[in-house]
């Protein structure tokens, strides 16, 4: 169904690129929602999960609280803030280094790995649910068009 006839819009829009970046805000939308949805119940906000697959990705040696949020699908103004509850709900911890006290290494506290690991299945399907009627060359191109948009965003 067209966008236009999902939102019940008369008029036409006033470029492509608008209908473009609608129709990508709308289907970020429903992903997120659906996301939101399998994660409520682990009272986790996606962003959160994000953070977890960050830091599972980055193994035992953690990373800096920078480079987390240089990492993250959506950008949150305040990282530490992000980082501070995740550990008070024990899902990361924050070790500072022997040689460089400054340098504080965020990993994956059991709690948050096990949390991620058990999402994997379920987040898959979602994937699938929602993008799997998509051929390979579909998705390929879709990847290759938003990647080219990206490109000259600041």
Known sequence: MALRDELKQAKPWKSLE?????NIARTYAILEHA?????KPHD????????????????????????VGERLVRRVPDVTRLL?????????????DGEDR?????R??????EIVDRLDPEV???HRQHLG?????????????????????P
């Open 124 to 126: 898959c399907a979602i």
């Open 133 to 153: 009627h998509l051929t390979e060359s579909q998705l390929t191109q879709l990847i290759e068009l938003l990647t080219a948009a990206r490109g000259r965003m």
């Open 108 to 113: 994956l506290a059991p709690k948050g790995q």
């Open 44 to 67: 986790i906000t996606p962003t959160q999960y994000n953070v977890l697959r960050i830091l599972r990705g980055a193994g035992d040696v953690g990373l800096c609280r920078n480079a």
């Open 35 to 39: 996301m939101a949805q399998a994660l």
């Open 102 to 106: 400054r340098f504080v290494s965020t």
């Open 18 to 22: 608008e209908e473009a970046s609608l």
């Open 84 to 96: 501070d509850r995740m550990e008070q709900l024990g899902l990361i911890a924050r070790v500072r």
